[in-house]
């Protein structure tokens, strides 16, 4: 099992709880296999994971999932901080470097993550899409696995998607968006990370299909608001997907009353960074359809 991502975040986790090495490591593996593991000095088999998981009482789906998501966040750090502050030159960059270094070593998954990631931000900043064909079906050939029902969904994948899907065909975007969103209705997956995740990562695509593609953006529509059933712990995100189902009317009625009421509501309640995020949205699909 990975060390470099786990071991660590279990130690952590270990050391939080005042839990010794020979204590986790007693009954289920040597002190030195544990401490090596910890260290990223060597490797554990999934079992013996379990076991110590359950000995610090956490809960293995916590413990993966959160773990894959902060070492991808770290992983793109640098090229998401170079988004948030629109510093085009810089992503351009990122792009540059990493499709580089990607290209020398294709098993180099990382550094090709990287590379994606940032052609996607560019993308989304300057609408320059600077992938070749053969990035675009690298990417695509990336989820084959998961569309063919071999392998299931976890956060590196609802990550990756999440964060390319800009160069990426409306269909293709519609087809993994089905896959997650149909994997999330048969799977009852309460870690709020992983919920998160994958309802805006869902979301997100439908916003990308509303500019491109309005008719699998309304299939997309009705099938994420099916069966969510989500406590108003998630009220963001119930407000974020409400919108995107007003511009889909919006597009079919020329009617933006729905739109501009929910500005309104926004300002009033102090929420300015969702409502230039929604008001931006809005004036890029009134120029799409309308200008």
């Known amino acids: 099992m990975n060390n470099q991502i786990f071991g660590s975040k279990f130690r952590q986790l270990r050391k939080q709880q005042h839990i010794t090495l ?13 401490g090596n593991w910890e260290t990223g000095k060597g490797e554990l088999d999934f079992a013996k994971v379990l076991l110590l998981l ?9 413990f993966l999932e959160s773990s894959i998501n902060s070492y991808l966040k770290q992983t793109t750090s640098q090229i998401s901080v170079a988004y948030v502050n629109n510093q085009i030159d810089r992503l351009l960059h990122y792009a540059n470097k990493y499709l580089e270094i990607s290209h020398r070593n294709l098993t180099d998954r990382i550094s090709f993550l990287r590379a994606a990631v940032a052609c996607n931000y560019y993308m989304d900043l300057t609408g320059k899409d600077i992938t070749s064909t053969s990035h675009k079906l690298r990417i695509i050939s990336h989820f084959k696995r998961i569309l063919d029902g071999e392998e299931i969904w976890n956060f590196e994948d609802i990550y990756f998607f999440g964060n390319t899907q800009n160069l990426m065909s409306p269909r293709n975007i519609y087809s993994l968006a089905y896959s997650l969103n149909y994997y999330r209705q048969k799977h009852n ?13 869902l979301i997100n695509a439908e916003f990308i299909l509303i500019k491109s593609d309005i008719n699998l953006a309304t299939k997309l529509d009705q099938l994420l608001r099916q069966k969510w059933d989500l406590s108003d712990n998630y009220a963001f995100e119930k407000i974020r997907q409400n919108f995107m189902h007003q511009l889909i009317e919006y597009i079919s009625t020329q009617d933006d009353s729905k739109i501009i009421r929910q500005l ?9 960074d969702l409502k230039a995020g929604f008001k931006t949205a809005y004036e890029q699909v009134k120029e799409i359809y309308f200008s």
């Open 264 to 272: 309104h509501i926004l300002e009033f309640e102090q929420l300015l």
């Open 189 to 201: 997956i309460n870690n709020r990370e992983w919920i998160n995740a994958v309802y805006n990562t």
């Open 54 to 62: 359950k000995k610090i009482n956490v809960q293995p789906i916590d």
């Open 22 to 34: 020979a204590q986790a490591a007693a009954g289920i593996t040597s002190r030195q296999s544990l």
